[in-house]
Antibody, heavy 117, light 110 residues
């Protein structure tokens, strides 16, 4: 069974930093693109970033470019999202998702990031 | 950056067919695959349709997808109460070099 487990969400002040992690099991992690998708409270889904199988290609939504960095460790079956200069509008539930059949094939339960003073 | 437009709500009586539209442009739907997700309250999204019209194993054939030009549709045949959820479309956008989600549609069984 495919499992994705996110962690690292927390309450942080504006301007602060966090690192989200996602540990994967049940499929060959190194074979697939991976993405982070977020959902603000009561709002829709927003794609944040994705990363190629070997980490050589990455893409970001404009609102996080220069502040967030996606990375992966295929030996540890882990996906990361390094978040700097956090803003109030980054408050959301952050999901890790895999791309076996395209984006969003499998999802974790999410980890909550709250940016507030 | 929701550049894919969906109706905010859709409804039907149990057993009826409900259709949800997703409208985009040549840089996304017109030139790339579309996927659809179902999000039940308080849960993570679930993949319903990929590559425009393909169903993952385990997804009932009551759910079907189609694409024409810069628009796509998700149809739910034989609506059930357990289908009450939010539904989202998504596509890669060549101009933005990123994925764009639809605005989401809340489906209600009357």
């Amino acid at each position: 069974e495919e499992q994705l487990v996110e962690s690292g969400g927390d309450l942080v002040q504006p301007g602060g930093s966090l690192r989200l992690s996602c540990v994967v099991s049940g499929f060959i992690f190194s074979n697939y693109w991976m993405s982070w998708v977020r959902q603000s409270p009561g709002r829709g889904l927003e794609w944040v970033a994705n990363i190629k199988q070997d980490g050589t290609e990455k893409h970001y939504v404009d609102s996080v470019k220069g502040r967030f960095t996606i990375s992966r460790d295929n030996g540890m079956n882990a996906l990361y999202l390094h978040m700097n200069s956090l803003r109030v509008d980054d408050t959301a539930l952050y999901y890790c998702t895999s791309h076996q059949l395209g984006i969003g094939t499998s999802w974790g339960r999410g980890t909550l990031v709250t940016v507030s003073s | 950056q929701s550049v894919l437009t969906q109706p905010p709500s859709a409804s039907g009586f149990p057993g009826q067919r409900v259709t949800i539209s997703c409208s985009g442009s040549n840089s996304n739907i017109g030139n790339n695959y579309i996927s659809w997700y179902q999000q039940l309250p308080g849960t993570a999204p679930k993949l319903l349709i990929y590559r425009n019209d393909q169903r993952p194993s385990g997804v009932p054939d009551r759910f079907s997808g189609s694409k024409s030009g810069v628009s796509a549709s998700l149809a739910i045949s034989g609506l059930r109460s357990e289908d009450e959820a939010d539904y989202y479309c998504v596509s890669w956008d060549d101009r933005l070099s990123g994925y764009v989600f639809g605005t989401g549609t809340e489906v209600t069984a009357l």
